[in-house]
């Protein structure tokens, strides 16, 4: 086929089993502005600012993680309508540079645990500017929000960590995150996990010991 004249979704399916150095010259050119762009996005809200040697960075940990696992991610892909490869892009994007900023502040941290109103700091859809608190400070909140999640039973637990933060720290709308490829959820389904997901983290934030959990669904 010729790539130039390909879909992203065709060259991903292309890709996944293709050494081809023009299929994937052409796929990785294609993917190159969503993953930066998503890149730069988060790198803002954990840092107050753009970092381009981070930006890299992250870029090159989310074409290493299309690889891995004998490139399962483009093995296992499916299209569900024009382009929407790229939907599935910004959610790897989005976790990958999560997780990369992640690993940077829990080394920072020190363990210590940071309180947060959950109304104040996410109600508006903007947890990392909500208010003008130091970039270390929110990065520590962002830290601690996520340990949370990890912890949460469920069998959903682990897409409701990733419908939290779309939502909160991406800024996706619910019928964006409901029309991206494995959801699974309507736009109501997706508000309605929300909307579980925050008061479960208020409990745990306001309770030493909660007695309560994410239920399935």
Known sequence: M????????DLAKACARSVDAAEWEEFLARCAPMVSLIAMRVCRLWTNRTQPAMVDDIAQ???????????????????RGEDSFLGLLRIVSASVANDYFRRHTSMKRGGKVVT??????????????????????????????????????????ARDRDLFWLYYLQGFTAEEIASLPGTGLTAKGVESALRRIANWLRQEIQAPHPESGLDPG
């Open 2 to 9: 010729d790539p130039s004249r390909s879909s992203v979704n």
């Open 61 to 79: 940990e989310v074409y290493l993680k299309l690889c891995e696992q004998e490139r399962r991610i483009l093995r296992e892909f499916e299209p």
């Open 116 to 157: 947060i109103s959950l109304d104040e700091e996410l109600a508006t859809g903007q947890a990392a500017s909500a208010r003008p608190a130091s970039a270390v400070h929110r990065a520590a909140v962002l830290s601690e929000l996520d340990r949370r999640l990890q912890t949460a039973p469920g069998a959903q637990a």
